[in-house]
């Protein structure tokens, strides 16, 4: 059972930037491709962004697209995601998903594909 652990959220005012961590445990976290999701109060959660299991590839929602940045790192079972000029409407409960895949290149946007879950982290953007 892969355990997922999100860090790094909190208050921040809006143009400001955060760092969200996402700890997994226990290995081969290289066999996951993995994926940030977020859930506003009363809406859907939503696709933010994704990292194939090499970080070759990446991909984002055209909401977050030039202000946040996912990335992973191998050696250290982690991933995250910085989120710079925040706004906001970016207010929000954020998780780090992990998705099974044999496959270097695959990127998964859609919940369904995700394996596990973390707990979630809550970031709040004051304007």
């Known amino acids: 059972q892969v355990q997922l652990v999100e860090s790094g959220g909190g208050l921040v005012q809006a143009g400001g930037s955060l760092r969200l961590s996402c700890a997994a445990s226990?290995?081969?976290?290289?066999?996951?491709?993995m994926g940030w999701f977020r859930q506003a109060p009363g809406k859907e959660r939503e696709f933010v962004a994704a990292?194939?299991?090499?970080?070759?590839?990446?991909k984002y929602a055209d909401s977050v697209k030039g202000r946040f940045t996912i990335s992973r790192d191998n050696a250290n079972n982690t991933a995250s995601l910085q989120m710079n000029s925040l706004k906001p409407e970016d207010r929000a409960v954020y998780y780090c998903?992990?998705?099974?895949?044999?496959?270097?290149?695959?990127?998964?946007?859609?919940?369904?594909?995700?394996?596990?879950w973390g707990q979630g982290t809550q970031v709040t953007v004051s304007s």
């Open positions: 226990p290995p081969p976290f290289r066999s996951f491709a």
């Open positions: 998903a992990a998705g099974t895949t044999f496959s270097d290149d695959t990127i998964y946007r859609r919940r369904s594909d995700y394996n596990y």
């Open positions: 990292i194939s299991r090499r970080g070759s590839n990446s």
